[in-house]
């Protein structure tokens, strides 16, 4: 038989200070025994499991790769800069 957790003891767990993180661990996929309205119990192992997930998903972001963002061109100067080479290449004084 696994060790149930209490909410205060994952709150420990996962160092953290305020319920809340708990109830959003619920929603991303934490499992839970409910007792009462709102009082829970946790499988250690569920926890456990819950957490390596985490980990994964925070490397899977690390990892994830971010276009770079670009300026916009400027819509008032529209210049061909091979003409420019050629011009300045033709105009050299010798």
């Known amino acids: 038989m696994s060790k149930l957790l209490t ?22 996929g934490l ?26 998903l925070a490397q899977e972001e690390l990892i994830k790769v971010q276009p770079i963002k670009r300026k916009a061109k400027s819509k008032t100067l529209d210049v061909d800069y091979e003409k420019i080479r050629i011009n300045r290449t033709l105009n050299k004084v010798i």
Do not use: H, W
Not at 18 to 28: A, N, P, V
């Open 7 to 28: 909410t205060k003891e994952v709150m420990e767990y996962f160092n953290v200070k305020d319920g809340r993180t708990i109830s959003k661990f619920i929603k991303q």
């Open 31 to 56: 499992k839970v025994i409910p007792i009462g309205a709102k009082d829970y119990r946790f499988k250690q192992e569920d926890v456990e499991e819950f957490a390596e997930f985490l980990k994964e």
